[in-house]
C-alpha cells in the first residue's frame, strides 16, 4: 500500500507521522519504504546519515528501471529510505517541463522493490511534487490539527486530489488522522467535533496529542520510540500503527 502523508498546511505533523508510522510498520516486520518529498528532509535526516549518492530527485527524473538505486537502508530492521536533497526544489522546476510530470513518481515506484508499505513525506505546499504523490497513492493520510483553517485546507486538498485522479471526492481513499491534540482546550473539542460532522466516516479513531516526548525526539532527529519508548506520544504512534494496519482499502 502506497499511504501519501499529506496537507496543504506546515507543522501539522506530517514529517512525524510519516517518520513514527513507519518505525512503527517496520517493527512490525513489515517491509517499510520511506520516500522524502520535502525538500526541508527531515524524514531523511531522522533515518539517513550523511550525503546521499542518489535520492528522490533521481528517482522522478531517472528512468523508471533506475528507480532501486536510489533506495538506502535506515539503522531499522525492515526500513528502507529515499531520501531528498536541497536539489529538490530544482527538481520541482525542471519537472514542469517534462511530459506526464505528474505520473512520474508513480512508475518509478514499480522499480522500487517489492514493499509492503511504501509512506510518501509530502511538502507543505500544492505543487507539482504533491501532484505527483496524490496520484501515485493509494490511501492519503491528512494529519490535521484543530485550529482556524483547517478545515479549509484539508478541502482544498481533496478537491485537488480528486481533479488529479478524476474521481469524484467522496469515492476518494483518504483518513484524518487528528494531530497536536489538546487535552484541556475546549476549542479544540469543538473543531474535532466540527471535522466529525464532515468527514466522519474518514476520521481515524487514533489521536496524537501534544506532547514533550515527541517535541524533543523530532528535535534530535529521532522516532519517539528510540527516545521515549513508553511516553504518550510512542503509545499514541503505535496505537495508530494498529489501526492503519487494519485498513482495507
Not at 481533479?163 to 491534540?181: A, G, K, N, P, V
Not at 520510540?225 to 503505535?238: P, T
Amino acid at each position: 500500500m502506497i499511504i501519501a502523508v499529506t496537507n496543504t498546511k506546515g507543522g501539522v505533523g506530517k514529517t512525524t507521522t510519516t517518520v513514527n508510522l513507519a518505525t512503527g510498520l517496520a517493527a512490525r516486520n513489515k517491509r517499510t519504504l520511506v520516500v522524502d518529498l520535502d525538500p526541508q528532509s527531515h524524514a531523511t535526516r531522522c533515518f539517513v546519515q550523511g550525503e546521499l549518492d542518489q535520492d528522490v530527485s533521481d528517482l522522478i527524473m531517472e528512468k523508471p528501471s533506475q528507480a532501486s538505486k536510489t533506495v538506502v537502508p535506515s539503522e531499522y530492521e525492515h526500513l528502507d529510505v529515499v531520501g531528498a536533497s536541497d536539489r529538490l526544489t530544482e527538481t520541482a522546476e525542471l519537472l514542469q517541463a517534462r511530459i506526464r510530470r505528474e505520473e512520474r513518481l508513480s512508475r518509478a515506484l514499480e522499480h522500487v522493490g517489492e514493499y509492503d508499505y511504501i509512506l510518501l513525506d509530502c511538502p507543505p505546499v500544492l505543487g507539482v511534487l504533491a501532484y505527483n504523490a496524490l496520484i501515485a497513492a493509494d490511501l492519503l493520510l491528512v494529519p490535521v490539527q484543530p485550529g482556524v483553517g483547517a478545515i479549509t485546507g484539508l478541502d482544498t486538498l481533496l478537491e485537488s486530489a480528486a481533479e488529479l485522479r478524476d474521481q469524484d471526492i467522496d469515492d476518494l481513499s483518504y483518513r484524518i488522522l487528528t494531530t497536536m491534540f489538546e487535552i484541556r482546550t475546549t476549542r479544540t473539542h469543538a473543531l474535532v467535533g466540527e471535522l466529525l460532522e464532515e468527514h466522519r466516516r474518514f476520521l481515524l479513531r487514533t489521536v496524537i496529542s501534544k506532547s514533550e516526548s515527541l517535541n524533543q525526539a523530532n528535535l534530535l532527529g529521532k522516532p519517539v520510540v528510540a527516545y521515549a519508548s513508553s511516553s504518550r506520544g510512542a503509545q499514541e504512534y503505535d496505537a495508530l500503527c494498529d489501526e492503519v494496519l487494519r485498513l482495507r482499502i
